[in-house]
Antibody, heavy 118, light 108 residues
Framework: QVQLVQSGAEVKKPGASVKLSCKAS????????IHWVRQAPGQGLEWMGI????????SAAQKLQGRVTVTRDTSTSTVYLELRSLTSEDTAMYYC???????????WGQGALVTVSS | DIQMTQSPSTLSASVGDTVTITCRAS??????LAWYQQKPGKAPKLLIY???TLESGVPSRFSGSGSGTEFTLTISSLQPDDFATYYC??????????FGQGTKLEIK
């Protein structure tokens, strides 16, 4: 079955960077986009970025451009999200999700909590 | 950027009721709209995509409609498991995916 397994919780200081991983299994890795979505405590969902694992092309939300990088390793079917220059406003649960051919995000990782605190 | 506005923000209903949640886009998204259900401490779950197509395994009491800028999610005969927060999401563009602010469905 389709599974997206994310790396664990992180605690970072302001100004630091964080790199999260999302390991896919149960399907052809290069056939589905992977998205990153975050959710601050008690808040709604915010789309962050996308990668096409097939060719590595990416796009990021305008407000995060310059701070976020999404990469993939096809040898391990893993997608990475790096977020730099962290502030307290980046404290959130971060999810990866699979997207396919304009059919929404049909599978999600379990989430990884990132806490930014001095 | 395309903005998505859901209403209401909170909805109180009883088991057995039929409820409707509305989602409006700031510009046309054609039918590139999805609905998700999220329960506390859990990842969102896809319910409907392309405005009205039910995701596999989702009960038929969930239905979606609309096109252009106005969309609705209807839940018929509410079950106890349906009390959760619901989000719409537009995906008209490859480079921009926007969620609504969410609608919390509470037990009356």
């Amino acid at each position: 079955q389709v599974q997206l397994v994310q790396s664990g919780a992180e605690v970072k200081k302001p100004g630091a960077s964080v790199k999260l991983s999302c390991k896919a299994s149960g399907y052809t890795f290069t056939s589905y986009f992977i998205h990153w979505v975050r959710q601050a405590p008690g808040q709604g969902l915010e789309w962050m970025g996308i990668i096409n694992p097939g060719d590595g092309t990416t796009s990021a939300a305008q407000k995060l451009q310059g701070r976020v990088t999404v990469t993939r390793d096809t040898s391990t079917s893993t997608v990475y999200l790096e977020l730099r220059s962290l502030t307290s406003e980046d404290t959130a649960m971060y999810y990866c999700a699979r997207g396919h051919s304009r059919q929404g995000f049909d599978s999600w990782g379990q989430g990884a909590l990132v806490t930014v605190s001095s | 950027d395309i903005q998505m506005t859901q209403s209401p923000s909170t909805l109180s209903a009883s088991v057995g009721d039929t409820v409707t949640i509305t989602c409006r886009a700031s510009q046309s998204v054609i039918t590139w709209l999805a609905w998700y259900q999220q329960k506390p401490g859990k990842a969102p779950k896809l319910l409907i995509y392309k405005a009205s197509t039910l995701e596999s395994g989702v009960p038929s009491r969930f239905s979606g409609s609309g096109s252009g800028t106005e969309f609705t999610l209807t839940i018929s005969s509410l079950q106890p498991d349906d009390f959760a927060t619901y989000y719409c999401q537009q995906y008209e563009s490859y480079s921009e995916y926007t969620f609504g602010q969410g609608t919390k469905l509470e037990i009356k």
